[in-house]
Nanobody
Framework: QVQLVESGGGLVQAGGSLRLSCAAS????????MAWFRQAPGKEREFVSA????????YYADSVKGRFTISRDNAQNTVYLQMNSLNPADTAVYYC???????????????WGQGTQVTVSS
């Protein structure tokens, strides 16, 4: 089992930035690939970004490419999502996720955090 706890969400104006953090515990963090998903009100959960355990390979949804950056610090057991140029369409609950298999990480990861709310207003 892996425990994931997100933080850093909040209210931000359109055009602003937020950095989400996900602290991991329970198993060796560096053995897991990590991802961020989000779910807007009334919509299904949507993939946002993923990063391999080495940090070498990253993957982004087209909707956030060029605006969001995923990174990780294995020494601190933490993955980040830097979100820039936010707009109201980014409003959602953001979830951290983890899986030992790369393809599962960005499709159906095994482990999830509780989510953190991001609200973008004008």
């Amino acid at each position: 089992q892996v425990q994931l706890v997100e933080s850093g969400g909040g209210l931000v104006q359109a055009g602003g930035s937020l950095r989400l953090s996900c602290a991991a515990s329970g198993r060796t963090f560096s053995s897991y690939h990590m991802a961020w998903f989000r779910q807007a009100p009334g919509k299904e959960r949507e993939f946002v970004s993923a990063i391999m355990w080495t940090g070498r390979t990253t993957y982004y949804a087209d909707s956030v490419k060029g605006r969001f950056t995923i990174s990780r610090d294995n020494a601190q057991n933490t993955v980040y999502l830097q979100m820039n140029s936010l707009n109201p369409a980014d409003t959602a609950v953001y979830y951290c996720a983890a899986d030992p298999a790369w393809t599962a990480t960005y499709s159906r990861p095994a482990y999830w955090g509780q989510g953190t709310q991001v609200t973008v207003s004008s």
